[in-house]
């Protein structure tokens, strides 16, 4: 994306991308599930961008959605995606995991992975550092919780007699987008002081990539019949 585009117009040919990668995909597919999910983030974003004030970069933005974004477009389309996308990946289909799992999951390697490495890479293409991104990609971050709340009452709709030991409740308290998000601005800014170092820039990579997947594999927990078979 050239930064002449209108930031609108490349958040648009971006959710354009996002939903062609999905479009198509049986309804419990994973990564239709996530992707379904993630477009309604992107299409938030694209709106906000249009509402003079509410970011202060909307060019800067709409890099930085777009760089973000590719790391996910990348991933379904390389022969061995990284560590964090793996287990997505190859359990898109497992009968006994729900859909708030898919979505959690893909939230996780996204945020927690994909993003810091975005924003490093989007403050090399317009010569600035992470601070200048800063209140943009705090501001993101009330989207996100709103979409975030939608998309948990949408695909785990909880009955009212839950109890507190339920192996799905347990699973929905352990991941916030909010956590997640601070985390994933921690680690931009450690790559961010780590890239004159080639080696220990990488080393940091591959090691958050490795535990991002641990944690996306432990989301994607099959509970589909352990949640229903609840005693009466």
């Known amino acids: ?7 609108g117009d490349a958040v648009a040919v971006l959710a354009a991308r996002l939903e062609a990668a999905v479009l198509g995909l049986p309804p419990k597919d994973g990564v239709g599930v996530f992707g379904g999910m993630y477009l309604q983030v992107t299409e938030a974003v694209g709106r906000r961008l249009g509402e ?5 970069g909307p060019a800067e933005v709409a890099r930085l959605s777009t760089l973000f974004a590719e790391r996910f477009l990348d991933a379904l389309a390389a022969p061995l995606p990284p560590a964090c996308w793996r287990p997505l990946l190859a359990l898109r289909r497992h009968p006994g995991i ?3 799992q898919f979505a959690l999951s893909g939230m996780n390697s996204h945020i927690e992975h ?7 890479d989007s403050c090399l293409s317009l010569g600035c550092a992470p601070e200048a991104l800063a209140p943009d990609f705090h501001r993101i971050n009330d989207l ?4 975030e709340d939608r998309i948990r009452e949408e695909l785990a709709p909880l009955p009212q007699d839950l109890d507190v030991a ?4 347990h699973l929905l308290g352990s991941w916030s987008i909010d956590a997640a998000r601070d985390a994933a601005w921690v680690s931009a800014r450690m790559l961010w002081d780590l890239r004159a170092r080639p080696d220990a ?3 940091a990579a591959a090691a958050l990539d490795r535990s991002t997947g641990m944690v996306s594999r432990c989301l994607l927990t099959p509970l589909g019949e352990m949640s229903r078979q609840r005693p009466a």
């Open 201 to 203: 820039y990488a080393a």
């Open 114 to 120: 994909d993003l810091p490495l975005a924003v490093v």
């Open 52 to 56: 003079d004030g509410y970011f202060r």
């Open 144 to 147: 996100l919780a709103a979409v």
């Open 98 to 100: 729900l859909p708030v």
């Open 166 to 169: 339920d192996p799905l409740l």
């Open 1 to 7: 994306m050239e930064l002449s585009t209108a930031p």
